[in-house]
């Protein structure tokens, strides 16, 4: 028997590294072996499925087919003046859209009925205001017309001037205008030999309007020419 020599038997040991790497390669291989079937059969399932979405649909569509004879006439609305259920449904169809229409023109003109009367109420608001507050505006417009506002008061006038104006309240009233009878209220006519024309020659109040309305015409000295 030969006699055993343990350095020879290490020797031929192979390495713990070799050993390393020969294990790990099967295994990355096996996963990757089994990442590769996996993707396979999930194309595959997937490819299945629609096939099978496919022959659904055919099947369907042969179905729809064979259900359609061939040369069939579409349904009566009557026969012999009855009306077929389709007839009776087209007629109540009809009367819903006859109603429904008229329902809507109904709302529009309600609307529009609406607007107006909120506007005319808007508009009222601001002419009982404006009445209101006439004889402090007739004063402001007295005291300017003798300079003897200081700079304080002119900012209050001129705020509530400004204010107004926000409401679509218009000021008018002119020296040297056309005499208007719709806009102008003659407290007095005073004949001017030079005048070719009657002519506003003084404004005692001013008037006022909102848009074509007027609230208050103005009262005025008016120049006329001699008869």
């Known amino acids: 028997m030969a006699e055993f020599n343990k350095d020879d038997y290490l ?15 099967p295994a990355a291989e096996e996963i990757r072996d089994d990442a590769a079937e996996a993707e396979a059969a999930a194309a595959t399932a997937e490819q299945a499925a629609a096939d099978a979405e496919a022959r659904a649909k ?47 023109a109904e709302f529009i003109n309600y609307r529009n009925r609406t607007k107006k009367d909120m506007e005319r109420a808007r508009q009222q608001g ?61 407290i007095l006519h005073k004949p001017d030999p030079e005048a070719d024309k009657a002519t506003v020659d003084t404004v005692v109040e001013a008037g006022y309007r909102i848009g074509d309305r007027v609230i208050r015409a103005a009262r005025v000295v008016v120049a006329s020419p001699q008869a």
């Open 58 to 104: 055919a099947e369907e569509q042969g179905d729809a087919k064979q259900a359609e004879p061939e040369g069939e006439q579409p349904e009566a609305d009557s026969v012999d003046g009855t009306l077929t259920p389709l007839g009776q449904a087209k007629k109540e169809a009809a009367e819903y859209l006859e109603a429904l229409q008229r329902e809507r």
């Open 126 to 186: 601001i002419i009982d205001v404006l009445t209101a507050e006439l004889p402090a505006l007739d004063d402001i417009d007295r005291i300017r017309e003798h300079g003897e506002m200081d700079d304080s008061f002119k900012a209050v006038a001129a705020k509530l001037d400004k204010t107004f104006e926000k409401f679509g309240v218009e000021k008018f009233g002119v020296k040297g205008e056309d005499f208007d009878p719709t806009r102008h209220d003659a």
């Open 11 to 25: 020797n031929d040991l192979p390495d713990a590294d070799e050993l390393a790497d020969g294990q790990a390669a």
